[in-house]
């Protein structure tokens, strides 16, 4: 098992995980539900990165070639691509939502791939009756959401992205 690999079992249960590929500045994990990004080789500080399946916007892969690294990117609503539109895979390698590849373009390809099919998937946890709140619901579930941000529980990303999903089902 991978330092990395290891890291990342800190925070996650090993048997939530349905697929992984190791890069080689980091790792993409697969649960059901989330998809974890560690980045950081072996004198680097570790982070980790987590992405709902359903917040994923876009996912951009590049194949290695014989001079240079592909990679894998992950862009999620309420993050933006940091690199440029004809960036070089040092502009990607900084990118913290960014994993470089070599050897193993299709284990990356499949993560894309399954993560492209759970978010097809429906939330079986949204019925048919919590489709639509009314202003009411909202208003509450707004302020429960602003007191789960105040008791530190969830950050304020999570809040802002929640919120925007509330508001837009009213």
Known sequence: MSNLMG???ESVDQKDI???AEGI???IAVTKNVVYLQRGKLLERKSLKTYMIK???SIQTKKPSMLAAG???IIASGSGDDTKRFGSAFDYAKDEN???IRGNFDDFKKIEQLIYK???EP???VSVAQAAPTSEDAFTKLEKLAKLKEQGIISEEEFELKKKEILSQV
């Open 118 to 120: 759970l978010q097809s």
């Open 55 to 57: 917040s994923i916007t």
């Open 18 to 20: 349905i697929a992984f």
């Open 98 to 100: 960014t994993v470089m």
């Open 71 to 73: 990679h894998f990117q």
């Open 7 to 9: 890291k990342l079992l």
């Open 123 to 125: 939330n079986p946890a």
């Open 25 to 27: 500045n980091g790792l």
